[in-house]
């Protein structure tokens, strides 16, 4: 497993360093081996590895290429990671949530147009009109898509997106609605939506940081779990 690790450490070297840029195609594997000076057996764990990661895109009978390492390609592995997680960890990943999310939202404020507002007050109107727990899920997910994609940042929006799977916000709208909390859920959208229209980022911040703490605060009760979260003021 050294070896492997060490022939994945030489081609990351060659992708940062630029002699591998996005979209490359490796050289063919007898040369690549020659190249790291290693088995060809480490270089092939260590590509499979790589292909894993997204890093890699092995295309039979074509070759290897280097991938768009684009944000939402590289992190892609944190979701799939998020749907592993243990029920007593999932508070922490909405505590992650509520502070990169409270950022993403300020960071949309800037940039709110007719569209986003648009978009955002069809969505509120869907989300109370839904019918049953899985609509709601629809709506409220995209609801903070659509926000998230307009903070600018495609990083912490391709973190957001891994942190916010549909089946987390499912697990917590059925218990939300299981204690009669959707309406207020709900209004917290239309908290944050008011932020975006005003164009105000420190308000929509704050609207952010509420909603989310409520997810999490029920999350903590359900769970039994330690954390104290912040009452809105």
Same mark, same amino acid.
């Given at each position: =497993?050294?070896?492997?690790?060490?022939?994945?450490?030489?081609?990351?070297?060659?992708?940062?360093?630029?002699?591998?840029?996005?979209?490359?195609?490796?050289?063919?594997?007898?040369?690549?081996?020659? =190249?790291?000076?290693?088995?060809?057996?480490?270089?092939?764990?260590?590509?499979?590895?790589?292909?894993?990661?997204?890093?890699?895109?092995?295309?039979?009978?074509?070759?290897?290429?280097?991938?768009?390492?684009?944000?939402?390609?590289? $992190?892609?592995?944190?979701?799939?990671?998020?749907? @592993?997680?243990?029920?007593?960890? @999932?508070?922490?990943? =909405?505590?992650?949530?509520?502070? $990169?999310?409270?950022?993403?939202?300020?960071?949309?404020?800037?940039?709110?147009?007719?569209?986003? $507002?648009?978009?955002?007050?069809?969505?509120?109107?869907? =989300?109370?009109?839904?019918?049953?727990?899985?609509?709601?899920?629809?709506?409220?997910? %995209?609801?903070?898509?659509?926000?998230?994609?307009?903070?600018?940042?495609?990083?912490?929006?391709?973190?957001?997106?891994?942190?916010?799977?549909?089946?987390?916000?499912?697990?917590?709208?059925?218990?939300?609605?299981?204690?009669?909390?959707?309406?207020?859920?709900?209004?917290?959208?239309?908290?944050?939506?008011?932020?975006?229209?005003?164009?105000?980022?420190?308000? %929509?911040?704050?609207?952010?940081?509420?909603?989310?703490?409520?997810?999490?605060?029920?999350?903590?009760?359900?769970?039994?779990?330690?954390?104290?979260?912040?009452?809105?003021?």
């Amino acid at each position: =497993m050294a070896r492997t690790d060490e022939a994945i450490s030489r081609i990351r070297e060659l992708i940062v360093t630029g002699e591998l840029h996005p979209g490359a195609r490796l050289p063919p594997e007898k040369q690549l081996c020659a =190249m790291l000076g290693m088995s060809r057996g480490s270089v092939r764990e260590a590509v499979k590895a790589l292909e894993v990661a997204r890093v890699l895109d092995v295309r039979r009978g074509d070759g290897t290429y280097v991938t768009s390492l684009e944000p939402a390609l590289l $992190l892609e592995g944190i979701g799939f990671a998020v749907h @592993l997680i243990q029920d007593r960890d @999932l508070a922490d990943v =909405m505590h992650v949530r509520r502070i $990169l999310e409270a950022e993403a939202t300020a960071l949309a404020a800037r940039h709110a147009d007719g569209d986003l $507002l648009a978009d955002l007050r069809t969505l509120l109107d869907q =989300m109370r009109a839904a019918s049953d727990t899985e609509e709601l899920v629809s709506y409220d997910t %995209a609801f903070h898509d659509r926000v998230i994609a307009a903070c600018g940042n495609p990083t912490l929006a391709s973190l957001l997106s891994a942190l916010s799977s549909r089946t987390l916000r499912a697990r917590i709208w059925r218990g939300l609605r299981e204690e009669g909390a959707a309406s207020l859920t709900i209004a917290q959208h239309e908290g944050i939506y008011a932020a975006l229209a005003d164009r105000d980022p420190e308000a %929509a911040r704050a609207a952010s940081v509420v909603h989310v703490a409520t997810s999490e605060r029920w999350l903590r009760g359900v769970l039994d779990l330690p954390g104290s979260i912040p009452e809105p003021a």
